[in-house]
């Protein structure tokens, strides 16, 4: 079955970088677009990024374009968020998602 396992949170100061990762197995990688989507504390889940297939295809939320960028590797099977410029208002549990499956998150904490 799908399987997602995000990782590479932590804490970050605002104006830093940090990169995320997302381990995909149980399907077929290459042939799926993928997303990531975060919860900040007391809020709902937002979506932040998608990549389809070829990984050329990329969308992004107005909140974190020119700041964040998507990638996949379709021999890992595994997906990327480059997150830099961070700010405070980006502390939220990232998720990533496949094929209608969501992972555990990884918590992203951006903070002085």
């Known amino acids: 079955q799908v399987h997602l396992v995000e990782s590479g949170g932590g804490l970050a100061q605002p104006g830093g970088s940090l990169r995320i990762s997302c381990a995909a197995s149980?399907?077929?990688?290459?042939?799926?677009?993928m997303t990531w989507a975060r919860q900040a504390p007391a809020k709902g889940l937002e979506w932040v990024s998608t990549?389809?297939?070829?990984?050329?295809?990329?969308y992004y939320s107005d909140s974190v374009k020119g700041r964040f960028t998507i990638s996949r590797d379709n021999v890992r099977n595994t997906m990327y968020l480059q997150m830099n410029d961070l700010k405070p208002e980006d502390t939220a549990v990232y998720y990533c998602?496949?094929?209608?499956?969501w992972g555990q998150g990884t918590q992203v904490t951006v903070s002085p």
């Open positions: 998602n496949a094929n209608g499956v």
């Open positions: 149980g399907f077929p990688f290459k042939n799926y677009a």
């Open positions: 990549t389809y297939s070829n990984g050329k295809d990329t």
